[in-house]
């Protein structure tokens, strides 16, 4: 299923809600870039699993004509960050500024929890969605799936996560 438009939650006649993404959005180049941010929780385990499922494809971004950025999370990064990967994957632990990545972001790979969508929202950035199965009542899989229903994004549910 290929997202046809971007819409959000928001009531798009709001002045206030338009500003802001436009603000938020300006003076930054576009770039190629895929982004992956599995998410941070306390779980060190959790957080492994995810990391470790896209560490597996990381190699098939090898010399393409965009970039890769690889958000890991501060206890994850340890363990990769000697890893030999190509010129265009980058791995890091942590972004300060993550609204100002999302802006020049092409797509995004994300967990769904509810600050992350009102980020993704406001930004209009297009996303794919691996919600946690791991929160209650599976509050990210709803949140993923009201976008989804929309046309909006695409998910794709951690058990169901490969290389292809």
């Not at 929780?41 to 597996?56: G, M």
């Not at 930004?123 to 929160?135: A, D, M, N």
Request: aromatic content about 10%.
């Amino acid at each position: 299923m290929a997202v046809n438009y971007f819409c959000s939650g928001f009531d798009k006649e709001n002045a206030f809600w338009q500003e802001l993404g436009d603000r938020l959005r300006e003076d930054l180049p576009s770039q190629n870039r895929i982004v992956f941010i599995p998410g941070s929780t306390k779980k060190e385990k959790i957080d492994k699993t995810i990391n470790e499922k896209i560490l597996t494809f990381l190699d098939s971004f090898k010399n393409k004509e965009y970039e890769v950025l690889f958000v890991t999370g501060k206890n994850f990064y340890e363990s990769v960050r000697n890893l030999k990967v190509s010129d265009n994957v980058k791995i890091v632990p942590f972004i300060d500024n993550l609204s100002r990545v999302m802006k020049v972001t092409d797509v995004m790979v994300s967990r769904s929890g509810a600050s992350t969508i009102s980020e993704i929202t406001v930004l209009k950035v297009p996303t794919i969605f691996i919600p946690s199965p791991y929160v209650t009542n599976n509050h990210q899989y709803k949140n993923a799936m009201d976008l989804v229903n929309k046309n909006c994004a695409l998910i794709i549910e951690e058990d169901k996560l490969t290389n292809e």
